[in-house]
């Protein structure tokens, strides 16, 4: 089973980026979808974005999409989220986790239910600063 390991999280003005990290060991990434997730304070946790090399499909939520950039690097085995134009709603603790591809890759239902997400990485804080 995969392992994730996230990390690239700290704090930043509004308006400024960030690149988060998740490197996988014990398999590699291309046999997954690899989602990202985040938990905001006094809120449920959410879907933010997932990428499949199977299918090549990826999934944003409507408030990543246009600011936020999920991408992948073969070589060192990790997913990268870019996250740019961030602002205080994006505040929050983001997680990567992985689920077997079987076919589905990143359908949305399957990304906002979460469920098929087994592997878990611990997460990395976000803070944006107004």
């Known amino acids: 089973e995969v392992q994730l390991q996230a990390s690239g999280g700290g704090l930043v003005q509004a308006g400024g980026s960030l690149r988060l990290s998740c490197a996988a060991s014990g398999d590699t990434f291309d046999d997954y979808a690899i989602g990202w997730f985040r938990q905001a304070p006094g809120k449920w946790r959410e879907a933010v974005a997932c990428?499949?090399?199977?299918?090549?499909?990826?999934f944003y939520t409507d408030s990543a999409k246009g600011r936020f950039t999920i991408s992948s690097d073969y070589a060192k085995n990790t997913v990268y989220l870019q996250m740019n134009n961030l602002n205080s709603e994006d505040t929050a603790i983001y997680y990567c986790a992985a689920a077997p591809y079987r076919g589905l890759g990143c359908l949305p239902n399957r990304v906002n239910a979460r469920r098929d997400f087994t592997s878990w990485g611990q997460g990395t804080l976000v803070t944006v600063s107004s």
């Open positions: 990428f499949s090399s199977n299918d090549r499909s990826t």
